[in-house]
């Protein structure tokens, strides 16, 4: 073979080792690589978590493994899915009318009905359950139904009646709406002290306002910092609605413990948790299981140092919390108690907060604000379509078309009750919630308040071992109180509300006799052989 053919072979072969080492370092550097990826994720989930943490999450997710093996298996199936349809029934039968004397509209009318029809099978549907429709007058509700009087009943249909077919959606059609959506957010941008530049929209209610601050907080995130593996850092009393914007959305959460004292998020592992992924820290002013505090102070020195957001959710606390110091009642009590810290934007870390109208604000239902500290900010929640067939698309929030008659109708509250009115009603709810407190602390060993909570909020544990608070709760039922059951610890809730004052000594005095009857209870297992396994 001639010398020249031998040499081309070898630089053939030369090169074709020298590719497959390029292809072979190639594979290597991508599997290490990836390697490296997982394991600073793992790392940054280890830190956030700690190892036992982190060993609950595991043992976890085997269990769930296992669980899901041992439904596949026929028998086990059967049982599970009789069990289930047994269940499905059981919730039914509660809360589907059934019976003779019910009537069901499955499909439309061949003609028209009347409003007078229209009204009496309306009347007849509330009494459908064996109940009434207005047992929420009762005042034995905590909670849920945030009614201002029938003054603003008058007031919110009246503006709903004026404006029922407006929508925001074309403020050229409907001017009035889009101002008074505009001032709605500057008179709550003021109650919370927000700066010269601070902005905001409407909502549905405070689940679409945490959604919106969560998708900015990740939009803003991958823009300006290149983030696309977002993470948020909340704590196990922070709302659902956190851990839902962030399912919808793709971020990673993680959730720190609560001080079991002072119910407030711990700081250390709030810091321990942060990592260059994070765009957000969340506290709340008050949460919704015991209505305390987060310490916003000391979570805006964290923001700030790590240039990332800090949202306050003030859903709960709405038209309450920024009442408090000029009601006089934000340094709490002579012994200490309930006192407010600073939580508004006058925290200089804070960047958003949200707030329910609809809640202590007393406006209609589906009405919210989410706040941004900057114009700047506040883009990265909009969603715009330029090159749409139909024409330039752009909607503020998660809605296209909205009810402009619930934004009239809040508007025309807000204006009727002015600061005169809610610092009333912010007097009498939280004295309301602060002589529920005082008289389970000083007068029913059996029980103790979770925290301090500083507003309309207070929620009761049980210290005496024989004595289950979520058992003093069914036993609140039984007297036609509809009370929050809570976990961790097993506790019930109670929010204060307008309706709720008028009905306070009846509540305390039910809730001494739950306690005498379960006292008595206790002593009559006690005292019969056996009848402990019975009850």
């Known amino acids: 073979m001639p010398v020249t053919t031998v040499s081309a072979v070898k630089s053939s072969l030369a090169q074709y080792v020298s590719l497959l080492l390029t292809l072979n370092n190639a594979k290597s550097g991508l599997f290490y690589y990836i390697l490296l990826l997982q394991v600073v994720k793992a790392h940054r989930h280890l830190r956030a978590r700690g190892i036992t943490a982190s060993v609950k999450d595991i043992y976890t997710w085997i269990s769930q493994q296992i669980i899901h093996l041992i439904l596949r298996m026929p028998s086990t199936r059967q049982k599970v899915t009789a069990q289930m349809d047994k269940a499905k029934l059981d919730i039914e039968d509660r809360l589907v009318p059934k019976g003779a004397n019910v009537t069901r509209h499955l499909a439309l009318p061949s003609e028209g009905q009347s409003l007078e029809w229209i009204l009496q099978e309306m009347d007849k549907m509330d009494t459908e359950m064996g109940g009434s429709g207005n047992s929420w007058r009762e005042g034995k509700l905590s909670g849920a139904v945030y009614h201002g009087g029938d003054d603003l009943s ?104 609560i001080d079991s004292y002072t119910r407030q998020v711990n700081i250390k592992l709030v810091k321990r948790a942060i990592n260059s992924n994070t765009i957000l820290l969340v506290g709340s002013c008050v949460n919704f299981p015991d209505g305390n505090q987060d310490d916003i102070e000391a979570l805006s020195v964290l923001a700030k140092k790590n240039k990332i957001g800090l949202h306050v959710d003030c859903c709960l606390g709405s038209f309450i919390v920024p009442f408090l110091e000029p009601s006089g009642l934000a340094k709490g009590d002579s012994k200490g108690r309930y006192k407010l810290t600073p939580f508004d934007f006058s925290v200089d870390g804070v960047t958003s907060i949200s707030c329910d109208t609809h809640k202590y604000g007393f406006a209609p239902k589906g009405t919210s604000v989410i706040m941004y500290r900057t114009a700047e900010l506040r883009r990265f929640q909009y969603y715009v379509n330029p090159t749409w067939p139909g024409g330039v698309y752009a909607s503020p929030s998660m809605s296209g078309s909205r009810p402009g008659a619930l934004i009239a109708g809040c508007w025309a509250v807000m204006q009727h009750m002015g600061t005169e009115g809610y610092l009333a009603s912010c007097r009498e709810i939280v004295s309301a919630a602060r002589t529920i407190a005082d008289a389970i602390t000083d007068d029913i060993p059996e029980l103790y308040i979770l925290g301090n909570p500083p507003a309309s909020v207070v929620a009761f544990a049980s210290k005496h071992p024989s004595v289950d608070a979520l058992e003093v709760g069914d036993g609140m039922g039984r007297r036609g109180w509809h009370l929050n059951g809570l976990s961790s610890p097993k506790s019930v809730h109670i929010a204060c509300t307008v309706r709720v004052i008028s009905t306070l000594v009846d509540q305390m005095a039910n809730l001494f006799s739950t306690l005498l009857f379960l006292h008595r209870l206790i002593h009559v297992v006690a005292s019969v052989p056996g009848l402990h396994l019975l009850a």
């Not at 709550?188 to 010269?196: F, I, N, Q």
Request: net charge positive; glycine share 6%; charged share 20%.
């Open 154 to 257: 008058k007031i919110i249909v009246a503006a709903y009646s004026r404006y029922c077919v407006s929508n925001p959606l074309h403020p050229e059609v409907f001017p009035a709406i889009r101002k008074m959506e505009a001032e709605i957010v500057a008179m709550c941008l003021k109650m919370y002290r927000g700066p010269s530049d601070s902005t905001g929209t409407m909502t549905s209610g405070g689940t679409e306002s945490i959604i919106m601050a969560v998708k900015t907080y990740r939009d803003w995130a991958r823009a300006i910092k290149g983030i696309k593996e977002p993470e948020m850092i909340i704590s196990t009393t922070t709302h659902a609605a956190f851990d839902k914007g962030a399912a919808y959305l793709g971020i990673k959460v993680h959730t720190i413990p």
